[in-house]
């Protein structure tokens, strides 16, 4: 594996990225954007995807790391938790649904390859050279 010296150049950060954007779109052009509750939470934990991959690498040690990691992941499934929500309220497609539940099952998979990679590691982090 290629060294990473930045969160930005990491695969899960990518993708945790462009689908916060996507949760966004959906809470502008549906019906979403007048429930400012359903809005605000779905936004926040999508957002926290990102975020805790973020300051989870930027913390430099490889325990904490793996700790943030497992925060997003359950972000993301607090997230495929909201998509329901916003299935059943009809803001909405089952197309949209099935598609966005699809990426965040991805990438909670790809979050957690990534901690059991994290796990085999004797690198514990740059912050104990």
Not at 21 to 39: A, G, V, W
Request: hydrophobic share 35%; aromatic share 12%; glycine share 6%.
């Amino acid at each position: 594996m290629a060294t990473i010296k930045r969160f930005e150049d990491l695969e899960i950060w990518q993708e945790a990225r462009k689908l916060a954007k996507e949760i966004h779109q959906i809470s502008l052009s549906t019906p979403l954007k007048t429930d400012f509750r359903l809005q605000q939470q779905i936004k926040a934990s999508s957002g926290s995807i990102m975020d805790n991959i973020a300051e989870g690498f930027e913390r430099d040690g490889n325990t904490e790391f793996r700790q943030y990691l497992a925060i997003a992941k359950g972000s993301s499934g607090e997230t495929r938790s909201q998509l329901y929500r916003l299935l059943d309220y009809e803001y909405i497609s089952e197309k949209q649904f099935v598609d966005l539940k699809k990426q965040y099952e991805n990438l909670s998979g790809k979050i957690q390859n990534f901690m059991a990679y994290l796990n085999k590691q004797d690198f514990k982090g740059t912050k104990f050279r």
